[in-house]
């Protein structure tokens, strides 16, 4: 019903800068929410970034004051600066059609409460 596709990884050194993107198509109307997500090897997924409709953004302790999440009418980004090597991951785009991870406070970090994904894009950060 949505797909999306992510796009603009690649590698950097340390305290470079990258712009992901995420295109979505199908139906994305009634999507609530849509966040990027990140896993590194031999962890668990984390929240990166969410964002809702009106533009409220949230972001993890992590990546507050070098990452910002944004979005036009097709598309959703995320703007990397200042990258460490703690940031290599794969990096996921997602999107929550049912207003799981939805609030008058903004989009949730919870992966578990999108339903749509993208494959992903890799992002190594070397020193």
């Known amino acids: 019903q949505v797909q999306l596709v992510e796009s603009g990884g690649g590698s950097v050194q340390s305290g470079g800068s990258l712009r992901l993107s995420c295109a979505a198509s199908?139906?994305?109307?009634?999507?609530?929410?849509m966040g990027w997500f990140r896993q590194a090897p031999g962890k668990e997924r984390e929240g990166v970034a969410t964002i809702d409709s009106e533009g409220s953004t949230s972001y993890a302790d992590s990546v507050k004051g070098r990452f910002t999440i944004s979005q036009d009418s097709a598309k959703m980004y995320l703007q990397m600066n200042s990258l460490k090597s703690e940031d290599t991951a794969m990096y996921y785009c997602a999107a929550d059609s049912l207003g799981d991870a939805y609030s008058s406070g903004g989009c949730g970090l919870r992966g578990y409460e999108y339903d749509y994904w993208g494959q992903g894009t890799q992002v190594t950060v070397s020193s």
């Open positions: 199908g139906y994305t109307y009634s999507t609530y929410c």
